[in-house]
């Protein structure tokens, strides 16, 4: 496990904690019947389960423990790249309505850009130093978002084949 630039404290604070993580990620292997069902076994009252180990980290063992090829890494990187093309900000974005909402829209693009989700996910994350990655970097840094994001979203998610939870899970 890495926490990238985190540094050693998420790291320590999370290993202290692996025998509260391994059945989460038993849990997973045997397979969640959905998506949310997969992110909220990490969280609790709001907050993360586990200390040190926030949804940028968890959606990562949520990809790959899974046995659902649907379920992808959202990680603040991703989130940023959905910020830029969808004018929406990240940073309340973990949660789980967020979650769902960013699994929305990359299916979406994916199917927009005739790719897999697991591609467009890619594509989102990008390279450190790449233009994609730089391009995203400056927008998000000049442009603090959109107000109302959380109405904006329910407006957006609440209908359709696969709606988002209601507000509560906001």
Do not use: C
Request: net charge positive; no cysteine; charged share 15%.
């Amino acid at each position: 496990m890495a926490w990238g630039g985190q540094g050693k404290t998420n790291e320590q604070s999370a290993w202290a904690q692996s025998q509260a993580i391994r059945p989460l990620l038993t849990a997973l292997r045997q397979g969640m019947p959905d998506a949310l069902s997969a992110y909220k076994l990490f969280i609790a009252n709001k907050g993360n389960l586990i200390d040190g180990l926030g949804p940028s980290y968890f959606t990562k063992l949520i990809h790959f423990f899974s046995p659902h090829n649907d379920f992808h890494i959202v990680d603040n990187k991703v989130l940023e790249a959905l910020q830029v093309l969808t004018g929406l900000p990240h940073r309340q974005r973990a949660t789980p309505g967020g979650y769902l909402a960013a699994l929305q829209e990359i299916n979406a693009m994916a199917a927009l850009l005739s790719v897999t989700a697991e591609e467009m996910e890619q594509r989102l994350f990008s390279g450190k130093g790449e233009p994609w990655r730089l391009h995203v970097l400056r927008q998000t840094l000049s442009n603090p978002g959109v107000k109302g994001y959380r109405a904006q979203m329910i407006a957006a998610y609440s209908t359709g084949a696969n709606p988002i939870p209601p507000a509560e899970f906001w």
